[in-house]
């Protein structure tokens, strides 16, 4: 069984340069790491509001298909927002933990 680490590019015929890399000797570049980490912040946001909204105790007298529609891009934009100024700490939590496993995985290469 073989097993490739976060430091090694697997070979898929992606090149290099292309492949993010986790910690970067230049600038600090994380790879993407940082927005992903974001995304998933958001991702949660969503679910949580669309928890909430399932969560009403009467019917909407003037709801339809479209106004749930637009109700859920207000919720997921505001999800974005609110993801974006990292206050809830989801996403910092998810990106210590990815640059702690990489930080263990390029000290076993040494």
Not at 20 to 31: E, H, N, S, V
Not at 37 to 55: D, G, N, P
Request: proline share 3%; charged share 20%; net charge neutral.
């Amino acid at each position: 069984m073989t097993t490739t680490l976060i430091s090694q590019p697997a070979r898929t015929g992606v090149p290099a340069a292309a492949t993010p890399r986790l910690g970067g000797a230049g600038g600090g570049d994380d790879g993407g790491l940082g927005k992903a980490a974001e995304a998933f912040e958001a991702v949660i946001l969503r679910q949580l509001m669309a928890s909430m909204r399932q969560a009403k105790l009467g019917d909407d007298i003037f709801g339809s298909s479209a106004t749930d529609n637009f109700r859920e891009m207000a919720d997921a934009r505001t999800a974005d927002s609110i993801a974006s100024m990292r206050e809830f700490g989801i996403a910092a939590m998810v990106e210590a933990q990815f640059r702690g496993r990489a930080a263990a995985a390029s000290g076993t290469l040494q």
